[in-house]
């Protein structure tokens, strides 16, 4: 692989891994939705996506007439197609560093505080003043725990009260550090070295495979 396709395929997953690695040494829970944990997984593997079916199929005729804006309808186009996919997820939370057993108390009360007639079962949660159903899926390998939309009859202002007051109570709450962590810092910082040590090492081919890309 030529520099420019190893600093495309591997440029947006180091930055990723490496965000991702500073998340999990946190000893707070950080909270997210699973519609933003899927977008930036999205962009993680973008490059893979230009390097790969996008550079293997783009008709050769569209990029000598559009020349580089071929590549920007390109990307919009995945763009458009992950919102697409992202439209269609059901609502999800995704809090990283965390255990299920440190989760549970934090959620009890945050669900008692939002509505009286919520009930558990199991570990399976059915909000019905806010229209939310939900289960637990701890992971306890990457420690983090969701909290996973169960039917379609859901309602996103209720999932929005949700995720804001268990974000609210997760600030006081403090761990140990996620190990996992160490191993994805450790592979952002090669990506990002393998990238500088391409790049630095062949510019010329760097231009080459630009043009070729370009088909200048």
Request: aromatic fraction near 8%; charged fraction near 15%.
């Given at each position: ?110 669900v008692a505080r939002l509505d009286s007639d919520a009930n558990w079962a199991g570990e399976s949660l ?7 159903q939900l289960h637990l899926e701890p992971t306890a390998a990457l420690k983090n725990v969701q909290l ?69």
């Amino acid at each position: 692989m030529d520099p420019l396709h190893t600093c495309i395929a591997l440029g947006p997953l180091a930055m990723y891994l490496l965000v991702l690695g500073a998340i999990n040494l946190s000893s707070r829970p950080f909270l997210t939705t699973g519609t933003r944990d899927a977008a930036a997984l999205s962009i993680a593997v973008a490059g893979f996506v230009v390097i790969g079916p996008m550079e293997l199929f783009v008709p050769v005729d569209v990029l000598a007439f559009w020349g580089g804006w071929a590549w920007g309808l390109l990307l919009a186009a995945y763009a458009m197609f992950v919102i697409l996919i992202l439209l269609m997820l059901r609502p999800q939370l995704v809090i990283y560093n965390v255990t299920l057993e440190q989760l549970r108390p934090v959620l009890d009360e945050v669900v008692a505080r939002l509505d009286s007639d919520a009930n558990w079962a199991g570990e399976s949660l059915t909000m019905p003043s806010l229209v939310v159903q939900l289960h637990l899926e701890p992971t306890a390998a990457l420690k983090n725990v969701q909290l996973v939309a169960i039917g379609p009859n859901q309602s996103f202002g209720g999932w929005r009260r949700l995720e804001i007051e268990l974000a609210a109570a997760l600030r006081s709450l403090r761990g140990t550090p996620n190990p996992w962590g160490t191993s994805q810092i450790i592979f952002g910082l090669t990506f990002a070295a393998l990238i500088t040590y391409r790049l630095a090492g062949d510019p010329g081919g760097v231009q080459q495979a630009l043009n070729e890309m370009l088909r200048r």
